[in-house]
């Protein structure tokens, strides 16, 4: 009895096993363990690597929404909007990968607008754009980047359509940066000049050459500041038969200095900068106001009725802007310009005439928790004409101005 009681138990653990195993056979294959998200800190914070590469990435980006009020003399108001509002967001990637040669680093900034423009010609409109998109590699860089002639490029002048004061442009570039060591660095670079063409007088005709800007700078940065010297040369063509081009060649030049002032405060910093322009009023932040009315506005090119000539306009800048922090989350700026232009012959109805223009700015700003910024910005322009010119309400005058208040608040991320 007791041999039978265990075969009996013997037989039935035997198909349990089986049944376990068969079941088991069943059953899906485990997954692999997740690949977890591992930081990346050779770049500095917010990198972490992309799942099975070598190539560490950040995200980021902000959005932000602008209140707008304008006042300009000379103007119809039924020509602009008193008040106008616009909303932005951005989204900025970041890759960079160590190889043998340095690093390997792509970006894109990629901005998506929305809402009225200034005088309102639009109405609610989106209008996407791609800010900045490039590679560099080696000491070079191809793309969409801030052009290497420009030094300050309007830094804490806040606002999605705020005045600019000096030279500041993107381009699209093909440069190389030699690094000598001790803060200082050279470049030479070759960029697209389509954005900072400005045409002739001649009827409204804008034109541009096939031929691209050469431009070359040599830059420092140290604990003290820095600075930075920059030179660029272009060729000037009308496209027009049968008329010679006097000036072919526009050329400018800028010099501009960096102070860190900590005595005066953690983080404070005094910009000021020069430029010269001929044939090239673009590159001198000349054209970057609101106070010169439209149809008077400098451009590169102007024809002489007496010689049957184009002669090259010049123009001057200097630039500066103070920022003082009044504590870590609560900071103010203050800027300004003063510009000339000279037109190489004012003739009436055929020519602007020469001008000089000033603006003047400051703003607060308020940072009441770690990447949100409300921003309260005033700017004032205005521009003297050497000749009286006719508004656009008819008026013969001397000088136009205008006045631009922002209210802002961004939060970046």
């Known amino acids: 009895m007791k041999t039978v009681i265990k075969n009996v138990l013997l037989g039935s653990v035997a198909g349990l096993a089986m049944v376990g195993t068969a079941a088991a056979a069943d059953l899906p294959v485990k997954a692999k363990a997740a690949e977890y998200v591992k930081i990346c800190s050779t770049y500095g914070a917010g990198f972490y690597y992309i799942p099975g590469s070598d190539t560490c990435l950040k995200v980021g980006g902000f959005v932000q929404t602008d209140y707008n009020y304008q006042d300009y003399s000379g103007t119809d108001e039924s020509f602009y909007d008193d008040t106008y509002f616009l909303a932005r967001g951005a989204i900025r990637l970041d890759a960079r990968t160590q190889t043998e040669y340095g690093t390997l680093r792509s970006y894109i900034e990629y901005r998506m607008t929305y809402g009225d423009d200034y005088s309102g ?5 989106t209008t996407p754009a791609l800010d900045k998109g490039y590679i560099q590699f080696a000491g070079f860089t191809f793309g969409k980047v801030q ?140 054209l970057g106001g609101y106070s010169t009315l439209g149809d008077y506005s400098l451009v590169d090119l102007y024809l002489n009725p007496l010689t049957g000539e184009f002669e090259a306009s010049e123009a001057w800048t200097i630039a500066g802007e103070f920022t003082h922090y009044f504590s870590s989350n609560f900071y103010g700026v203050v800027f300004g310009n003063y510009g000339e232009a000279e037109v190489p012959v004012s ?34 322009g205005e521009t003297q004409y050497d000749s009286p010119v006719i508004d656009e309400l008819g008026n013969a005058t001397s000088s136009t101005d205008n006045n631009q208040v922002i209210l802002s608040v961004r939060r970046s991320f």
């Open 347 to 380: 003739y009436a109805g055929l020519a602007t005439p020469s001008y000089n223009l000033f603006t003047v700015g400051a703003s607060l700003n308020w940072s009441p928790v770690k990447n949100l910024l409300f921003v309260a910005q005033y700017t004032y």
């Open 121 to 125: 010609n639009f109405g609610e409109s």
């Open 147 to 286: 052009s290497f002639f420009d030094y300050y490029a309007d830094n804490n002048i806040w606002g999605i359509d705020s005045v600019e004061i000096t030279s500041d442009e993107n381009a699209i570039v093909a440069a190389y940066t030699a690094d000598f060591g001790n803060g200082f660095t050279a470049t030479f670079s070759i960029e697209d000049d389509t954005q900072r063409s400005n045409g002739t007088d001649f009827g409204g005709l804008y034109t541009e050459t096939d031929i691209p800007a050469f431009i070359a700078n040599i830059n420092y940065e140290g604990e003290w500041g820095g600075f930075q010297v920059s030179g660029m040369v272009k060729a000037l063509d009308s496209d027009l038969t049968g008329f010679e081009v006097k000036d072919n060649v526009g050329w400018a030049v800028l010099g501009g200095v960096k102070f860190n002032l900590p005595s005066f405060g953690d983080g404070d910093t005094l910009y000021i900068e020069g430029t010269y322009g001929k044939g090239a009023a673009e590159y001198t932040g000349i």
